[in-house]
């Protein structure tokens, strides 16, 4: 198993689900499991700053996650919502909903199920979030956390909103991705950071690529390459 963290616009997502195809890995994208309890909130007319009525909606939503790189899926109550986790109302709630600690005890209870099952079937995963190195799974065999300076994550988030139709502007992504890392990083329940044993990796002056080589490598030290895989998971 391979824990990637890290804050928004490092490459993060984009590598977890390239390092994941390359190794022969499962996928898990955590964040996306937050984005959908923090849907579900907006749709219920929830107020986001609510942890009382956001813990108890957490406890019913059925929140459901593909965990083939190759096809990213995410679904609530078993429909598909696509796009929509991604949207702006969803970036300005995400961070009150998931800072919530009973919201969190259900999600990396969930998070640990389908890590544990796609180890057992698949042999392998890569997941991706804030807390996997430190919380989720304390004993993975490579931790990675990305970062990147607040210009180029503020570009690249700006270019992937653009990408998928959505009105962005550099000035504006900033602002999102700098109020959500604020927020991520100084909540109360397990709050991001990299694990005092991660591999902390500066992506500021590199490509996707570049920084897959990297990790490729890192993961082939760890001996997580090829059959070995599942082994050094476990
Ligand atoms: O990775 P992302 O941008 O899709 O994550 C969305 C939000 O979810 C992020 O602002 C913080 C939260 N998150 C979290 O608290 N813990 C995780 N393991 C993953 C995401």
Redesign the pocket.
Known sequence: MVALDGP?GTGK?TVARKLAATLGAGYLD???M??LVTLAVLRAGIDPQDPGAVAALASEVEVGVGTDPARPRAQLGGQEVGEEIRTEPVNAA??AV?AVPEVREILVAGQRRIIAHVLDTVGGIVV?????GTVVAPDAPLKVFLTASPEVRAARRSAQDSAAGRKSTTAAARASVER?DEL?STRTASPMRPAGDAVVFDTSDLNIEQVLVALSELASQRGLLGGEFAEACR
């Open positions: 928004s997502t955590t964040g996306a937050y984005r995400v961070s998931s991706d979030g804030r807390d996997i959500r991520d």
